[in-house]
């Protein structure tokens, strides 16, 4: 599977082959320099641009400018969808990842919380427990027998 922003350089570079091998009938659709002073420097350097009336130029290549213009068109737009919908999958999975995340670090905080009260209680039971079995102790070391009567198993 080929990552969307590749298949839109290609198809964007399509176009650009597709209208180099037409750039005589492409020509025809260049606008007219906006200033003068630019179409001063144009002719400057010895070019310069003079649009036939529409009347005046070949049906022919008319007709192959337009048919191109629209088929550059259609890949643009197609190009601009395919952008739109990529950037919106890359959204949503971006906002997937940030609640996964989220919620992976809820889990994390409450493994942790979890673990310092066990830590906490097994602390407090190992204490209990080296309390009573000093006592027993205390108490067998007196020769009493029945100390360890009501032991727990």
């Not at 066990?118 to 070391?141: G, S």
Request: proline fraction near 5%; charged fraction near 25%.
């Amino acid at each position: 599977m080929t990552h969307p922003a590749l298949r839109t350089v290609a198809a964007l570079t399509t176009g650009l082959i597709l209208m180099a091998g037409t750039a005589p009938a492409l020509a025809q659709t260049v606008p007219p320099p906006e200033s003068t002073a630019q179409a001063a420097a144009l002719q400057a350097r010895g070019e310069t641009y003079h649009r036939a009336p529409d009347t005046a130029q070949n049906p022919d290549e008319l007709a192959a400018t337009a048919k191109l213009n629209a088929m550059i068109a259609a890949h643009n737009e197609a190009a601009a969808r395919q952008e739109a919908e990529a950037e919106a999958a890359f959204d949503e999975a971006s906002a997937r990842y940030r609640a996964e995340a989220a919620a992976a670090a809820t889990l994390q905080a409450n493994y942790e919380a979890d673990r310092r009260t066990a830590a906490a209680a097994r602390a407090e039971y190992d204490q209990a427990r080296a309390t009573w079995e000093a006592l027993i102790r205390a108490c067998e070391a007196s020769g009493r027998r029945d100390c360890r009567a009501n032991a727990p198993d």
